[in-house]
Every structure is written in C-alpha cells, then in structure tokens.
T-cell receptor, first 113, second 114 residues
Framework: DGGITQSPKYLFRKEGQNVTLSCEQN?????MYWYRQDPGQGLRLIYY???????QKGDIAEGYSVSREKKESFPLTVTSAQKNPTAFYLC????????????FGDGTRLSIL | QKEVEQNSGPLSVPEGAIASLNCTYS??????FFWYRQYSGKSPELIMS????GDKEDGRFTAQLNKASQYVSLLIRDSQPSDSATYLC??????????????FGTGTRLQVTL
C-alpha cells in the first residue's frame, strides 16, 4: 500500500539531546513537509522540500534541521536548541505543483523526559 | 490578522442534521482550498479539495467556495456520531517554486450528538 510512514510513534528527549524523526513515503511525491501541532493550535510549517538535495525553512525552523538525500525520505532532527520541543510532529507529502493537496503520515509525539 | 480563520467551536449538531463549517482567508491570490478531518490524537485526513467558485459535492460532504468574499465552507449532511472530529481548513498561499505551501486554520471541533 502506498503511504507515508513516520517513526517512531512516541519519542522522549532528554535535556541537551538531539533526536531524529523519520519520514518515508512511497507515493512518488516530489514535495515533502514537516509540521508541528501544539494543543489547540493549527499546524505550523517547520521545513519543506520540493526536490532532492533542496529544502526551505518554514515559519518555525529555529531549533530544527532536515535533509533530503533521497526522494522517499525527509528526516527531521530536533536539536537541543529547540527549547520547547514537546508537540505532535506531522510529515506530509504532495505531488509537484502549487495546487496539490498534501497527505499526512500518522505523526510522532515528542516529549521531554 | 490571521491568514486563515475558523471558529474553534465546539459546534454541536444532532445526529441526522446538517453541520456547517466556515473558514475565511486573507490572501486574495489563494488558488486552492482543502478541508481535512482530524480525529483526536490522529493525523489530518484530506476529505475535500475545491479550486473554483461554487459548490463541489462528494457523498455527504459539500464544499462551497466564494473567492470574492474570501470564504470557504464545508457542509456535512446527515451528520453521524463518527463525524465528530476537528475540521481543518487549509489554503494554498502562493509561494516560490512548485511546493504546495498550505496555511492551516486552527480548526473547528464538531460534536454530533445522539
């Protein structure tokens, strides 16, 4: 089945630790995205990528980093510089083109120990 | 001013009634509009896309778009308890390149009562 796989489902971070969230898609989509969702708030864009080896900052990129070495994969690293990392992280992908809908993975819940 | 605005709710409707969810947006050049359904603790699921003025129907769902007034709405006919969820409105804000850069509203929580 085609889809977007995020792992792990739950993740705990210690103080000063970097953690990496995985996102893999087999939909042959060109564009991939990372969002953060906090309780009672909408989705906020962290980073997005339109093509392999290229990515752009979204609205809240500080404290996060990404890579796009393969079309299928777009991992997100939450660095120790992100002081409030507890949130629901969502990865999405879409076909190329400005009017394409985005499809989401099941998300990763990140908490601080 | 928020770019995409929705009433947070909760919007409570009895089973079998029509639920009407509204969304306004500020960017006049927006070209595409989407409704997502998000159950508690789950990820958003795309339920409707609309690109031109007027109505678009898909089963019990109807999306309505009025670009002149800058609003988009979602009607759910014959509401069922399984429709109880948060509904997110997303608007494509024109950006560089080919990525579909969406801006999301904060969502409207719908409760369908028995």
């Amino acid at each position: 089945d085609g889809g977007i796989t995020q792992s792990p489902k739950y993740l705990f971070r210690k103080e000063g630790q970097n953690v990496t969230l995985s996102c893999e898609q087999n939909l042959n989509h060109d564009a991939m995205y990372w969002y953060r969702q906090d309780p009672g708030q909408g989705l906020r864009l962290i980073y997005y990528s339109q093509i392999v080896n290229d990515f752009q900052k979204g609205d809240i990129a500080e404290g996060y980093s990404v890579s796009r070495e393969k079309k299928e994969s777009f991992p997100l690293t939450v660095t120790s510089a992100q002081k409030n990392p507890t949130a629901f992280y969502l990865c999405a992908s879409s076909k190329a083109g400005g009017n394409q809908p985005q499809h989401f993975g099941d998300g990763t819940r990140l908490s601080i120990l | 001013q928020k770019e995409v605005e929705q009433n947070s709710g909760p919007l409570s409707v009895p089973e079998g009634a029509i639920a009407s969810l509204n969304c306004t947006y500020s960017d006049r050049v927006s070209q595409s509009f989407f409704w997502y359904r998000q159950y508690s603790g789950k990820s958003p699921e795309l339920i409707m896309s609309i690109y031109s003025n007027g109505d678009k129907e898909d089963g019990r769902f109807t999306a309505q778009l009025n670009k002149a007034s800058q609003y988009v709405s979602l009607l759910i006919r014959d509401s069922q308890p399984s429709d109880s969820a948060t509904y997110l409105c997303a608007v494509n804000i024109v950006g560089p390149g080919t990525a579909s850069k969406l801006t999301f509203g904060t969502g409207t929580r719908l409760q369908v009562t028995l």
